[in-house]
Nanobody, 125 residues
């Protein structure tokens, strides 16, 4: 059964770093895109980063140069390394998965059928 479980959230001061992990079980990684989304209070879900089945990565403009997405196929873990954190990075962070053949922008949350439960990150100024 496909399942995604996030961990690593918490509180950090602005300028600090935090690594999020997503444990993956099921038939992911093969021909799947894995992504991180976030949702701040009162806002919609925002695509943060994606890693495609072939290994290519893409980032939102708001995190480019500060966040790094990676995956460890042997450990079946998706990771989001976040550096130079800002208060506006405060949000609930989710990992998500979709089959690579699905059409739609990588940051379109409605195109992802598989979601974790989320992990909260709070960045204080």
């Amino acid at each position: 059964q496909e399942k995604l479980v996030e961990s690593g959230g918490g509180s950090v001061q602005a300028g600090g770093s935090l690594r999020l992990s997503c444990a993956v079980t099921g038939y992911f990684y093969v021909s799947y895109c894995m992504a991180w989304f976030r949702q701040a209070p009162g806002k919609g879900r925002e695509g943060v980063a994606v890693i495609q089945s072939a290994g290519g990565t893409r980032y939102s403009d708001s995190v480019k140069g500060r966040f790094t997405i990676s995956q460890d196929n042997a450990k079946r873990t998706l990771t989001l390394q976040r550096d130079s954190l800002k208060p506006e990075d405060t949000a609930m962070y989710y990992c998500a998965a979709r089959w690579s053949g699905v059409s739609g922008a990588w940051y379109s949350d409605v195109s992802y059928p598989y979601w974790g439960q989320g992990t909260q990150v709070t960045v204080s100024s």
